[in-house]
């Protein structure tokens, strides 16, 4: 039998939901609460790109038709060599008297000294490990079981306030070799210096150097 409402038979009419006025607060935080949160992630990404855009256009291809080597005071009785990258904004500072290798390179440069010694600057984009040091921890890994080389010491150091990572490598041929890493996120740079193990004076000058040897801009 139908029921009746206000004595009118048939069905009952549907009756509306009641909204009451916590549920409409609640829909309206929620809305925000989204609106807030594709507002973050839109930003986020724009930033990231903005980022990756920066970096990639700087160090994909750097320019060196500005790169300079110079000497202090002069050439033929050096105190230190300082070779300057504008386009990668980094320089680095060697004592004594260094030149350009006459071997063509894809690093930021490549020294040599009258002592045999060679120096290779250069620089890795991108990094994204959160540290120099486990940086330095593959690099070492990949000498020892690659090339077979011996890894007789390492330390944690700074270059110009920035954490920097040293490790000395035996090659077994005759030449020792300093690997010293730095971490300018998401940027590693890396001097390689290699020489005779023999020649002492010349290690302890370039080791006592290292700690002001790169400059990252």
């Not at 009641?18 to 929620?30: L, P």
């Not at 000497?71 to 300057?84: H, K, R, V």
């Not at 954490?163 to 020792?176: E, Q, S, Y």
Request: proline share 6%; with cysteine.
């Amino acid at each position: 039998m139908s029921m009746s409402v206000l004595g009118i038979s048939g069905p009952p009419p549907d009756i509306p939901p009641v909204i009451s006025e916590r549920d409409k607060s609640d829909r309206k935080i929620v809305i925000i609460v989204i609106s807030l949160l594709i507002v973050t992630v839109v930003g986020v990404v724009a930033v990231v790109g903005g980022f990756s855009f920066y970096y990639a256009s700087k160090y994909s291809a750097i320019d060196k038709t500005h790169d300079s080597l110079t000497w202090d005071p002069q050439q033929t009785n050096a105190l230190f060599t300082t070779f300057e990258s504008p386009a990668a904004g980094a320089a680095l500072k060697l004592p004594g008297e260094w030149e350009w290798s006459k071997t063509t390179t894809k690093y930021l440069c490549h020294l040599v000294n009258s002592d045999h010694f060679n120096a290779v600057f250069e620089l890795d984009f991108p990094e994204l490990t959160p540290s120099v040091d486990v940086d330095a921890s593959q690099v070492a890994m990949r000498y020892e079981t690659g090339a077979q080389w011996t890894l007789i010491r390492e330390e944690s150091f700074q270059v110009n306030g920035i954490p920097a990572h040293l490790l000395r490598f035996d090659t077994h041929r005759n030449v020792d070799v300093d690997i010293v890493m730095l971490k300018k996120w998401p940027v590693d740079y890396g001097l390689s210096i290699a020489g005779r193990p023999d020649a002492t004076d010349e290690w302890q000058r370039i080791e006592a150097a290292l700690p002001q040897a790169i400059t990252i801009k």
